[in-house]
């Protein structure tokens, strides 16, 4: 027999889907969104419904924007000609977060990984070359995470643009191993950007 009724059963199921969120913490989150006053849940699912039908990709660098054009590629004052290439929208709120880097970004939603199946034309990387081709780009600043995904994705993109003639730079290991960059201090963020060396 179900220890709860149908519906509390689904929305422990659906909660529990979610990143890092086990069982117990699914429960927890389920009964207080009961005891929640209706107008709460109301904004919490109207939230998410909004997110998910506004949020689209930036068409320059791929950054997931509310605009067709994101803040930091619509602003002119950025350095255009400096592209840093991160794994997500979450590693380029934490560069945005330390507020020293000039540049724009380019996000690539994922790694290359074999053993996942994940191949170079299943991340962001045309839209890269394409901005490569079309724009005048002096420097590509490689800031993908350490892990074996991260230096092998590092490695693909400056085989494949460094015969154009672009500068491309990897930012340095002061980043610990597999450690996801949104979770670095913003010191050790910013050492890393400071002490990046050409590849
Ligand atoms: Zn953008």
């Known amino acids: 027999m179900d220890l709860y009724s149908g519906d509390i059963n689904l929305l422990i199921d659906e909660l529990?889907?979610?990143?890092?969120?086990?069982?117990k913490s699914a429960q927890r989150m389920a009964f207080h969104?009961?005891?929640?006053?209706?107008?709460?849940?109301?904004?919490?699912s109207d939230a998410i419904i909004r997110a998910k039908e506004n949020v689209k990709y930036c068409s320059e660098c791929c950054t997931l924007t509310d605009a067709d054009i994101c803040?930091?590629?619509?602003?002119?004052?950025?350095?255009?000609?400096?592209?840093?290439?991160?794994?997500?929208?979450?590693?380029?709120?934490?560069?945005?977060?330390?507020?020293?880097?000039?540049?724009?970004?380019?996000?690539?939603h994922g790694t290359i990984s074999p053993m996942n199946g994940i191949g170079?034309?299943?991340?962001?990387?045309?839209?890269?070359?394409?901005?490569?081709e079309d724009e005048d780009?002096?420097?590509?600043?490689?800031?993908?995470?350490?892990?074996?995904?991260g230096e092998t994705t590092a490695m693909y993109i400056s085989k494949l643009i460094k015969p154009a003639g672009i500068?491309?730079?990897?930012?340095?290991?002061?980043?610990?191993?597999?450690?996801d960059l949104e979770n670095i201090d913003e010191v050790t963020l910013l050492r890393a950007f400071e002490g990046r060396t050409e590849l």
């Open 137 to 149: 780009v002096e420097e590509v600043i490689i800031a993908t995470n350490s892990s074996l995904e």
């Open 71 to 108: 803040p930091v590629c619509a602003d002119a004052k950025r350095d255009h000609s400096q592209i840093m290439v991160v794994e997500s929208t979450q590693d380029m709120a934490a560069y945005e977060k330390v507020g020293r880097y000039e540049g724009v970004y380019h996000v690539l």
């Open 33 to 44: 969104i009961l005891n929640l006053p209706h107008d709460r849940v109301k904004r919490l």
């Open 167 to 179: 500068k491309v730079t990897r930012i340095a290991s002061g980043v610990p191993v597999g450690g």
């Open 16 to 23: 529990s889907a979610l990143p890092g969120i086990g069982g």
């Open 120 to 132: 170079p034309g299943d991340i962001r990387l045309k839209e890269l070359i394409k901005r490569l």
